[in-house]
C-alpha cells in the first residue's frame, strides 16, 4: 500500500520503505515510528493519507 503526504504529494511506499531515512523496504505504515516525519516537507505522520 501506498500512502500520500497532503501537504506535498510525497509518497510513502511499503514496498520500497524509505531507506534514505531509515526505514527498510517492506516497512508497513503502522510499523513506522509515529516520529516519522515527510522527507520533503516535515509534517507528521497524520498528514497522510492511504492511496487505494
Same mark, same amino acid.
Given at each position: 500500500m501506498k500512502y500520500? /503526504?497532503?501537504v506535498c504529494g =510525497?509518497? =510513502?511506499d511499503? !514496498? !520500497?520503505g524509505d531507506p534514505d531515512n531509515g526505514i527498510a523496504a517492506g516497512t508497513k505504515w503502522e510499523d513506522v515510528p509515529e516520529d516519522f516525519v515527510c522527507?520533503? /516537507?516535515g509534517v507528521g505522520k497524520?498528514?497522510?493519507s492511504a492511496e487505494d
Open positions: 500520500i /503526504c497532503n =510525497y509518497v =510513502y511499503e !514496498t !520500497t522527507p520533503l /516537507c497524520d498528514e497522510f
